[in-house]
């Protein structure tokens, strides 16, 4: 086995575990107080924190940009012939 699978059949069995062992009624609030099972917060967080895990973690989709002439095969201009000014200072 991979280590991948290794780790996602730990942390369902982690998350099971948790989940089962939460089954009381807790108050919640959401835009009025509720009785929700603890079951079902930890497990809509965990589903929250999956997803989000999932797309911050997916490989970015490149641009392709379009090459041009230049970019192929880049053309260098000849050596221009130092100015006698410019021969004088460097000397």
């Known amino acids: 086995m991979r280590a991948k699978t290794i780790i996602i059949i ?3 069995v982690l998350v099971t575990v948790i989940l089962m062992k939460n089954m009381d009624e807790v108050n919640f609030w959401i835009f009025g107080t509720r009785s929700v099972p603890k079951l ?9 924190g999956a997803v989000v895990g ?5 490989p970015r989709k490149k641009q392709q940009t ?5 970019q192929i095969s880049p053309t260098f201009e000849a050596k221009k012939p130092l100015d006698p000014a410019d021969e004088d200072y460097i000397n």
Do not use: N, P, S, Y
């Open 40 to 48: 079902a917060v930890l497990g809509i967080m965990f589903f929250i």
């Open 66 to 70: 379009e090459k041009t002439d230049q």
């Open 10 to 12: 730990i942390i369902t």
């Open 54 to 58: 999932f797309l911050l973690g997916r």
